[in-house]
């Protein structure tokens, strides 16, 4: 009788080493997905960034957005200030003597 009894030991311990088993590769299957999920998430966040910047870049240089080319009218020359006469050297500073 001793030895059936230390052979339904021998079996739990074994039904129990496969499950741990069983439980490790599970979670490690799950670590390794979310791990490719991560992956696959910033890849994917990253080409999007990337989509939108081009798209505001193109939009506002050759869409809708762009500014209208304005034409600037020359100058004429009346619009110039006119010409002040040149400063004569009687206009220069005082001289430090006193004058009497």
Known sequence: MAGRGKNRDDRAAQERARLYAARREYHAGLMRRR??????????????????????????????????????????PSATLPASPAPSPSDAAPSSEPTP
């Open 35 to 76: 791990s490719r999920d991560n992956l696959i998430a910033a890849v994917g966040g990253g080409v999007l960034l990337l989509g939108l910047l081009g798209a505001q870049a193109a939009y506002f240089t050759a869409g809708p957005g762009a500014p209208e080319p304005t034409e600037t009218p020359a100058p004429s």
